[in-house]
């Protein structure tokens, strides 16, 4: 978990920046944790306590009212009974990467995946975004190498992984959508030769850049390993008490070793 929430930190402050190169300070004075790190802690939480990811993503959201959520989601969390609204926004993707880590087969890992999305992801490209994240995180840490894992992703969800990060740069713009911005996530995750380079290659975008760093964050830290240690503790100094909780009761259950 915590590749992917350096990945929302870094991410950041280049939201809508169109920084489009790799070369950047990581952790800049302001960078912080939004929506991304909030609803993977939710989610992980939910995996743990055995609680509907219904309650805890509402529970987490509301605990941390300010943190860059859409329009539509903002309206969902504040409304107890409020019903999906049939997005296929990121947030979908965003989110689910504890899915990865917390289950033994494919089968269980997309299933978890679709019921993490629909609660508020409902329209089929939102939950394929899911899907296609967390069996990424999933076969990285089973230790598929990246080719396999292309392949896979690519016949199970349709997704166009044979492109580079450097064909993709120069003409690629601010994209919230699954189908826009997931693909990407995953070539960065699967072109970097470590977590951090994943990270800056996702930013690299110049897209949604703390939702494609989060994501390839966290399928980079299924492949390689924990982060190194300088981001590890830039992470830390960055999070709450209740959220630091999560990810440790977490990541001693399920992560990397």
């Known amino acids: 978990m915590i590749a992917a929430i350096a990945g929302d930190m870094i991410g950041s402050v280049h939201e809508r ?32 306590s055995g609680r509907p990811y219904v309650e805890r993503i509402r529970h987490w ?13 903002r309206r969902w969390m504040l409304l107890e ?7 296929f926004g990121n947030g979908s993707a965003m989110r689910v990467s504890p899915v990865g880590w917390a289950f033994h087969r494919a089968k269980d890992v ?12 409902d329209h089929p490209e939102g939950i394929k975004g899911a ?4 069996l990424s995180v999933f076969l990285a840490r089973k230790g598929r190498d990246r080719l396999a894992i292309r392949d896979e992703i690519e016949e199970r969800f349709g997704y166009d992984l ?10 690629y713009s601010f994209d919230v959508t ?10 960065a995750a699967l072109e970097a030769e470590d977590v951090e380079d994943a990270i800056r290659l ?48 977490f990541e001693a259950r399920f992560g990397p070793r």
């Open 178 to 187: 699954c189908q826009g911005s997931v693909p990407e996530a995953i070539i």
């Open 61 to 73: 959201a509301r605990a941390h009212p300010r943190r860059g959520y859409g329009g539509m989601f």
């Open 131 to 134: 899907q296609a994240v967390a």
């Open 81 to 87: 009974d409020a019903p999906a609204y049939n997005s």
């Open 17 to 48: 920046a169109h920084i489009k190169r790799r070369n950047f300070t990581l952790f800049q004075k302001n960078s912080s944790f939004t929506d991304d790190s909030v609803l993977t802690v939710a989610v992980a939480d939910a995996l743990m």
């Open 110 to 121: 997309l299933d978890a995946a679709e019921a993490s999305a629909v609660v508020t992801h």
């Open 162 to 171: 044979h492109r580079s990060i450097a064909r993709i740069r120069p003409a």
């Open 202 to 249: 996702a930013v690299s975008l110049g897209g949604d850049a703390d939702t494609q760093a989060c994501i390839a964050g966290a399928i980079a830290e299924a492949r390689f390993g924990r982060a190194p240690e300088v981001i590890v503790r830039e992470v830390r100094s960055r999070l709450t008490e209740a959220m630091l909780e999560v990810v440790d009761a």
